[in-house]
């Protein structure tokens, strides 16, 4: 059955703001990484310490989850994208002149969760396009999501390297974020719900695959116990894992590990974004040249070589090359594993695509924590071997269960 051709006239308008609110996502979560240097030197951190911080973040993100699916479900998603900024915003210049610990680990809690919750709302709101339209838009917003992730990472490198202090750096680039979604984000969507034949659309499955009950059923055992939402949940959480170690330690790894001065460590992560934003931009085109399963497959493949080859060779622009090298390995994976998982036939798909970006985004902000535990006990670059040999069990996983397609 093909999906109806027709869109609403209105639909640009929610494309752009809908672009917005994931490059608001990744510039929230990029423009902390070439912060963490600071805040670890300024509280004389070890690798322990900052795990322990950074397990903040990660706990904000699994209160964030559930509470966006909530949200979503009384507001729809312009308010709370637009508040979870405008905390977002708050947090990164208070994480920078607190000098109070246990307010701080609040602050970095509530930073989490506003960061997650921009995340899993503009999934939802992409969700709902596709539900009206038809249309497959996921793999374009999560370039938009690496696009913000690359300006937020190499505006602050930047504006650190200017010269300018890390608290004038982060108080230009909440405000950035904040004026950019309040003047672009005007069009998301406002109603909990959106039906196609408000629109005189028609979509496949309709109201019969339970799309209109998103917020409400989304956790419900049926779906969250799925075999297959469940792989692809562990899938997605790996490969978050990774992007999480790009975010929060490539960093403390130029910085601690190469030599690197603390104004240039930030292009570590940089060059992981810039080689994502590249390569996503082009996925649709390699996935059709080479099906889906071999671009996850190859895709976690060359992200394991980059791992190696950063932990291996003690030098420094090679390591910034080997981030490079784990951007291009990621950046079509995870889009094509959230393009599968929506194909799945007895969940819908709003449903299980809100399902897996839940639990597997969690990688992002809980992972970096457990790197900090394991880089603790065997170092860091020991560390990034085993990220890497984990990454491998998606490959495996991708041959045994993944249709080619």
């Given at each position: 059955m093909k999906h109806q051709t027709t869109i609403p006239t209105n639909f640009p308008l929610w494309m752009r703001s809908n672009r917005v609110g994931f490059l608001a996502a990744g510039f929230a979560i990029a423009a902390w990484a070439p912060i963490i240097p600071y805040v670890k030197a300024r509280f004389g951190l070890d690798e322990h310490g900052l795990?322990?911080?950074?397990?903040?973040?990660?706990?904000?993100?699994?209160?964030?989850?559930?509470?966006?699916?909530?949200?979503?479900?009384?507001?729809?998603?312009?308010?709370?994208?637009?508040?979870?900024?405008?905390?977002?915003?708050?947090?990164?210049?208070?994480?920078?002149?607190?000098?109070?610990?246990?307010?701080?680990?609040?602050?970095?809690?509530?930073?989490?969760?506003?960061?997650?919750?921009?995340?899993?709302?503009?999934?939802?709101?992409?969700?709902?396009?596709e539900q009206v339209t038809g249309r497959t838009i996921m793999s374009g917003l999560h370039a938009r999501y690496s696009l913000g992730g690359l300006v937020g990472s190499f505006g602050v490198t930047s504006l650190l390297g200017a010269n300018l202090s890390v608290e004038l750096a982060?108080?230009?680039?909440?405000?950035?974020?904040?004026?950019?979604?309040?003047?672009?984000?005007?069009?998301?969507?406002?109603?909990?719900?959106?039906?196609?034949?408000?629109?005189?659309?028609?979509?496949?499955?309709?109201?019969?695959?339970?799309?209109?009950?998103?917020?409400?059923?989304?956790?419900?055992?049926?779906?969250?116990?799925?075999?297959?939402?469940?792989?692809?949940?562990?899938?997605?959480?790996?490969?978050?894992?990774?992007?999480?170690?790009?975010?929060?330690?490539?960093?403390?790894?130029?910085?601690?590990?190469?030599?690197?001065s603390l104004e240039q460590a930030g292009y570590g992560y940089a060059a992981f974004a810039i080689m994502m934003t590249s390569m996503?931009?082009?996925?649709?085109r390699i996935v059709l040249a080479m099906g889906r399963r071999r671009v996850i497959v190859l895709g976690t493949m060359i992200i394991c070589l980059g791992f190696t080859l950063a932990a291996l060779i003690d030098h420094a622009l090679f390591t910034i090359a080997s981030f490079a090298l784990i951007g291009i390995g990621s950046s079509n994976v995870i889009p094509q594993l959230v393009s599968y998982v929506a194909k799945v036939k007895d969940v819908p798909m709003s449903i299980s695509v809100t399902i897996v970006n839940c639990l597997g985004f969690t990688g992002v902000l809980l992972g970096p924590a457990v790197i900090g535990f394991l880089a603790h006990l065997i170092s860091l670059h020991l560390t990034f071997v085993v990220l890497g040999v984990f990454t491998l069990s998606v490959t495996a996983l991708s041959l045994k269960n993944l249709r080619q397609s």
């Open positions: 795990g322990l911080l950074l397990l903040c973040v990660g706990g904000g993100s699994l209160f964030s989850s559930p509470l966006a699916g909530f949200l979503t479900a009384r507001l729809g998603c312009k308010i709370p994208i637009m508040g979870a900024t405008i905390v977002w915003a708050l947090c990164l210049v208070l994480i920078l002149v607190l000098e109070y610990l246990p307010l701080l680990i609040v602050i970095l809690v509530l930073f989490g969760m506003a960061a997650v919750i921009l995340e899993v709302v503009s999934n939802i709101n992409g969700a709902m396009i982060a108080t230009i680039s909440a405000s950035f974020l904040i004026l950019m979604v309040l003047w672009r984000g005007r069009n998301l969507f406002t109603e909990p719900e959106l039906h196609p034949e408000h629109h005189g659309l028609k979509v496949p499955g309709g109201s019969e695959d339970g799309q209109e009950a998103l917020p409400e059923r989304i956790w419900s055992k049926r779906y969250l116990l799925h075999p297959t939402v469940l792989m692809i949940s562990f899938m997605l959480f790996v490969l978050y894992l990774t992007e999480g170690a790009m975010l929060d330690w490539s960093s403390v790894f130029l910085v601690d590990e190469r030599g690197v996503r931009f082009l996925g649709d």
